[in-house]
């Protein structure tokens, strides 16, 4: 029986029963509906608008029901269209009454908009943690691969050394940014809708204060028909899980390389890999793809609530309805795309001989043997052209810049001394980095030191 038909003569269709009702993803949300009732109950006594005795009895009802439903007791029905409906139809089976009262002075408007930010709030709670343990995870990992020699790469070819640790480090700062993204999120939606009614308020004389302490918000919102049309919480939250995932598949890129008998710098632990139907020899980085895959459909999710807001006015549409699916999907997908990749890096093998290797061929010293001659009092362009002649004469004779003679270094410039050879070692050239959030190995260790 649906509980707004006293103004309709005719029932509502199965076709459009069925196309109207919500139960089937809104369901998520019976924790914090029924711990937005029970805080407005309770907020309904305290303002004598419900005897305490009707309070009582509403809430011991609310908190048995969540109960049976944790149990999976309890069978959600399409007639009753949503998780608040379905929620309120059970309380007044069970108590009669008192059960009716529960919905006076608020809205399903008020009521959807408090569940879904409780429930956004608890997503980025449990994201936060999820990112807390896979920045620890790049921290130890950083911390033992200090002097781990590899290529740094711009334009997906080899520009200067680095240590695994500097590179590693950089991903950190990534996901560093992101918990504070959500952060930030947080703080924004930490605003309590509730008690704004349909969209304009109500004429009961209650206590929103009090259901934000209840309900652990830091403040009220301050208009009404903003708080019941309002989504930029969950469309900044979308934005924030995009930004993670975004991260995360730039790293899973590089494994996905680095990973390729073209790289060789890491192995897969096999329990993070799958293998071919048909090529017995395959293993394959199956759940990097997959993270790179699924960052195509958390913005998916994001453009899809951007496209449902972008034509609504004010105050509440039922096209609203629609913005839990994609949340609801995003979420579950960075949550398990962060414990997957957290696993994955903490188990892959890396390969420091192959990085040191790949980072002593390249010319990636040539940055360092023209900042040599610049010390020499010649200008950098200058010494850029030398270089660069310098370079292409190596390229033609296959050998590196070290592997020159002195007088052969000497026909590109007089200002060589034997002191070169010195200078452009791989590890010198790292440590030569002196500006502060360098390569050099100083600089690593205080980055790793500020972050412990």
Known sequence: MKLWKGRFTKAASSSSNEFNASITFDKRLYKEDIAGSVAHAKMLAKQGILTQEEADQIVSALLAIKEDIDAGKVEFSIDSEDIHMNIETLLTERIGEAGKKLHTARSRNDQVAVDFKLFVKGEIEQIDGLLEKLLGTLHDMAEKHQDTVMPGYTHLQRAQPVTFAYHLMAYYQMFTRDRSRFADCYERMDYLPLGS???????????????????????????????????DFALEFLSCVSIAMMHLSRFCEELIAWSSKEFSFVEIDDAYATGSSIMPQKKNPDMAELIRGKTGRVYGDLVTLLTIMKGLPLAYNKDM?????????ASDTLKDSINIFTEMIATMTVRTDNMADAAKYGYMNATDCADYLVGKGIPFRQCHEIIGNLVLHCIGKGCAIEDLSLDE????????????????????????????????????????ADTE
């Open 409 to 448: 270094l000497k026909e590109f410039s007089d200002k060589f001394e034997d002191d070169i050879y010195e200078k452009i070692s791989v590890r010198a050239c790292i440590e030569a980095k002196k500006s502060a959030g360098s390569t050099s190995f100083e600089s690593v260790a205080k980055q790793l």
């Open 197 to 231: 009614g349909a969209l304009a308020g109500t004429s009961y004389d209650t206590d929103r204060d009090f259901l934000a302490k209840e309900l652990d918000f830091a403040h009220v919102t301050a208009n009404a028909m903003d708080s019941v049309s309002d989504r």
């Open 321 to 329: 309805q629609e913005d839990k699916p994609p949340v609801f999907d």
